[in-house]
């Protein structure tokens, strides 16, 4: 059941208030954030760029919601320059900037995820030069596919009740991977399709792109993992048979008897 949550104390939306929403919505993806449609033009076009962040509906100011979220205590001196980049007019431009993005990383991820998270992506952004895949998509697909990897059991499944209920079954281990490609969609803005489906696949394998099947071979063997088996050797040349020998493995390592080599 989704929620109505109405917002008040809002005129703008300073850093610490949308900070506020987006740590609302990672852990209550459900909820629906209402607001009254400010009557000035310039505010209502600086609320629907920041909004376009998290799920929400424009009312007016006699609508009552079920429950508040009182944002006035984190009011501050605001202009457009120290809006951060979820409210920004380009947050698809900044999104896709490297610096950008180890910053935000940075600061959602431990200090050993996110060194596992550079490694991949220049691990991945190797393998793309191999097979001409568009490097900065396999760079900035290393870099994020563990954005969820912190969150805990309930808000993953939180999550995949809103967005995907189908994958509420999935082991636990590979959950992350879907949760990170609705967070990137709906909390950070991002939207090419090409980086979202590798990360979406990038624990269950189903590599059905070559960006895909590379975020999946770096993501397994990237230098710091230590793992000298020659997958990543093999990938160089052959980026199917890799992905291939690599999910057989995988299957081997969980357990599973059997493994017939068929591309999921």
């Known amino acids: 059941?989704?929620?109505?949550?109405?917002?008040?104390?809002?005129?703008?939306?300073?850093?610490?208030?949308?900070?506020?929403?987006?740590?609302?919505?990672?852990?209550?993806?459900?909820?629906?954030?209402?607001?009254?449609?400010?009557?000035?033009?310039?505010?209502?076009?600086?609320?629907?760029?920041?909004?376009?962040?998290?799920?929400?509906?424009?009312?007016?100011?006699?609508?009552?919601?079920?429950?508040?979220?009182?944002?006035?205590?984190?009011?501050?001196?605001?202009?457009?320059?120290?809006?951060?980049?979820?409210?920004?007019?380009?947050?698809?431009?900044?999104?896709?900037?490297?610096?950008?993005?180890?910053?935000?990383?940075?600061?959602?991820?431990?200090?050993?995820?996110?060194?596992?998270?550079?490694?991949?992506?220049?691990?991945?952004?190797?393998?793309?030069?191999?097979?001409?895949?568009?490097?900065?998509?396999?760079?900035?697909?290393?870099?994020l596919h563990d954005m969820a990897k912190s969150f805990s059991e309930e808000e993953n499944d939180a999550w995949l009740r809103c967005y995907d209920p189908e994958q509420l079954s999935a082991p636990a281990g590979i959950k992350h991977g879907y949760v990170a490609c609705y967070y990137l969609q709906h909390v950070c803005l991002f939207r090419d399709a090409d980086i979202l489906e590798a990360i979406y696949h990038h624990s269950d394998g189903d590599c059905r792109s070559k960006l895909a099947q590379i975020l999946y071979i770096a993501d397994k063997r990237e230098p710091l993992r230590g793992l000298e088996d020659g997958i990543l050797q093999y990938a160089e040349k052959d980026l199917y048979g890799a992905c291939r020998k690599l999910k057989g493995k995988v299957a081997e390592y969980l357990g599973e008897k059997k493994y017939d080599g068929k591309r999921s």
């Open 1 to 143: 059941m989704r929620k109505v949550c109405q917002l008040i104390g809002v005129e703008i939306l300073t850093v610490k208030q949308l900070d506020a929403l987006r740590e609302a919505h990672r852990k209550h993806p459900q909820r629906r954030f209402v607001i009254a449609r400010p009557k000035k033009e310039e505010t209502a076009i600086a609320l629907e760029r920041a909004f376009a962040a998290l799920p929400y509906v424009f009312v007016t100011d006699e609508w009552k919601g079920e429950e508040t979220l009182d944002l006035s205590a984190l009011q501050e001196e605001i202009s457009f320059a120290n809006i951060s980049h979820f409210a920004s007019p380009f947050p698809y431009l900044l999104m896709h900037e490297r610096e950008t993005v180890q910053g935000m990383l940075k600061e959602v991820v431990k200090e050993k995820r996110y060194r596992h998270s550079l490694s991949v992506a220049e691990t991945a952004e190797m393998l793309a030069k191999k097979h001409h895949v568009d490097p900065q998509k396999a760079y900035l697909a290393g870099l």
